[in-house]
């Protein structure tokens, strides 16, 4: 059983920084790539970043340059690092595996910025 908990949203301002965590346990963690996700209010959700196994990354236009993503597989972790925030990244965020996520999904974290 896939469990993901994500966890670090609140309310900033435009131009702050969050740090989103991800705890996921009930499989082999080490060998899947992973991805956060989001979804703003009436929108799609969209995958902002993914991390293989061998810590490769790669983002998403809309936040390349200001989002990093890692993971410690140690404590089977992912991170989203998420700086010079804007309005438009409002959304609740989820982690989950990438590029094709599992059914389950977790709770989310909701992130606010406000401007």
């Known amino acids: 059983q896939v469990q993901l908990v994500e966890s670090g949203g609140g309310l900033v301002q435009a131009g702050g920084s969050l740090r989103l965590s991800c705890a996921a346990s009930g499989s082999i963690f080490t060998i899947r790539s992973m991805g956060w996700y989001r979804q703003a209010p009436g929108k799609q959700r969209e995958l902002v970043a993914t991390i293989t196994r061998n810590f490769m990354t790669t983002y998403a236009d809309s936040v390349k340059g200001r989002f990093t993503i890692s993971r410690d597989n140690a404590e089977n972790t992912v991170y989203l690092q998420m700086n010079s925030l804007k309005p438009e990244d409002t959304a609740d965020y989820y982690c989950?595996?990438?590029?094709?996520?599992?059914?389950?999904w977790g709770q989310g974290t909701q992130v606010t910025v406000s401007s």
């Open positions: 989950n595996d990438a590029p094709l996520p599992r059914d389950y």
